[in-house]
């Protein structure tokens, strides 16, 4: 059995699907945060078959629930305080994401324009697409990297 301690402060991302924890770990930019990080891959779970874990000591607010909302709005997020779960966060999709993904239109304004922010906005949320603010371009799951 493998026993990952508990922390004082911070949050506990739980129902990660399996092998996603280290895209939702660079997408958070945990790699740039001076913080103690755990990440449990492929841990047991009733509910998913295998599942991954985030344990992240460090200030709530540093964490963008946008980008987590969009990674996955399914994944849980424990807020702890002096060592208890104070709060638990649903996460809902985003109405708008920015520079998170990357419009893939080559015609877009943002292929020219490189300082320009990468602005998606959501356009259909039953079937989870994102557009492009400024070329209307859908963003598809083929289009996604690591998500």
């Known amino acids: 059995m493998l026993n990952v301690g508990k922390i004082e402060e911070g949050f ?3 129902h990660i699907k399996a092998g996603y ?13 001076d913080c103690t990080v755990a990440i449990i891959k492929n841990a047991r779970s009733e509910k998913m078959g295998k599942k991954d874990i985030l344990k992240v000591e460090c ?18 997020v424990n807020v702890i305080k002096d060592g208890e779960i104070v709060d638990k966060r649903v996460l809902v999709l985003p109405r708008q994401i920015k520079n998170v993904i990357h419009c ?26 994102y557009r492009c603010k400024y ?13």
């Open 12 to 14: 506990v991302l739980d």
């Open 21 to 33: 924890s280290l895209s939702v770990y660079e997408h958070l930019g945990l790699d740039k945060l």
């Open 59 to 76: 200030d709530i607010n540093m964490l963008n629930l946008d980008v987590l909302a969009y990674i996955d709005h399914n994944i849980t």
């Open 104 to 129: 893939h239109n080559p015609r877009c304004i943002t292929s020219i324009e490189q300082e320009l922010p990468h602005i998606f906005y959501l356009a259909d949320p039953e079937k989870k697409i």
């Open 135 to 147: 070329c209307e371009e859908k963003y598809t799951e083929s289009a996604k990297k690591r998500f």
